[in-house]
């Protein structure tokens, strides 16, 4: 995935340790702004697609 969003190679850590701090981040008030669903929430603890 990082490669198709142009992400180079040397920043991808930093790229991943932000992702999961901004995933991490989440609580009930982001999940009912964004419209999330529990099975949206759960792909994201998979690493899986939305």
Known sequence: ????AG???AD?????D????EIGGL???NA???RLTTDDLA???TG???
């Open 27 to 29: 609580h009930e008030g």
């Open 43 to 45: 792909l994201m603890g």
């Open 7 to 9: 992400i180079p190679n």
């Open 32 to 34: 009912i702004r964004y």
């Open 12 to 16: 991808h850590d930093q790229v991943a």
């Open 18 to 21: 932000y992702v999961a701090n």
């Open 1 to 4: 995935m990082a490669r198709e």
């Open 48 to 50: 899986r697609h939305l």
